[in-house]
């Protein structure tokens, strides 16, 4: 399956979905209230998928570990400066950024850019390994900044 031709354009349009999904969970996040289990639970769950790197196809070397992670936490500075907090009736909302979906629309476009130039010499399971400690950088680091921000802006509603 990975070696047909058709599998890099049904992997890039996956893509497009999932980015899509992420917007519109975005979206309704903001109607609701943060908390801390909001912000901490998504890179956990993620995390889950680290057991990839069991299987042999899937294992990159140490120094493709921290390229991809830098890659990452570079990408997540534009999720950091966007993703602002604020106040309505004593509870703490994620404002929305209409931003955003450009930046995860460039953030795909990076990726698609990155896995077509990169999938020339990095075989398949190893571009796959890498996107995710990409992904994980990238969520963990943003989620990192926004239980900060959070928790500065509760401290301050409750003094």
Not at 99 to 114: E, P
Request: charged share 15%; net charge positive; proline share 4%.
């Amino acid at each position: 399956m990975l070696d047909h031709p058709l599998f890099p354009i049904f992997a890039s349009v996956l893509a497009v979905v999932m980015a899509s999904g992420m917007i519109v969970v975005r979206m309704r996040a903001a109607k609701k209230p943060a908390s801390v289990k909001k912000i901490v639970l998504p890179p956990l769950f993620m995390s889950t998928g680290s057991l990839m790197f069991l299987f042999p196809f899937f294992q990159v070397t140490w120094l493709q570990v921290a390229e991809a992670m830098s890659v990452g936490i570079a990408f997540s500075i534009l999720l950091i400066i966007t993703s602002n907090f604020e106040v309505k009736e004593d509870k703490i909302y994620l404002k929305p950024s209409k931003a955003f979906g450009f930046i995860l629309v460039f953030l795909l476009l990076a990726r698609l850019v990155l896995k077509a130039v990169l999938g020339q010499d990095i075989s398949v399971g190893e571009i796959s390994g890498m996107f995710y400690l990409l992904a994980l950088g990238m969520l963990v680091t943003w989620r990192i900044a926004m239980l900060v921000k959070y928790l500065k802006l509760r401290e301050k509603i409750i003094i």
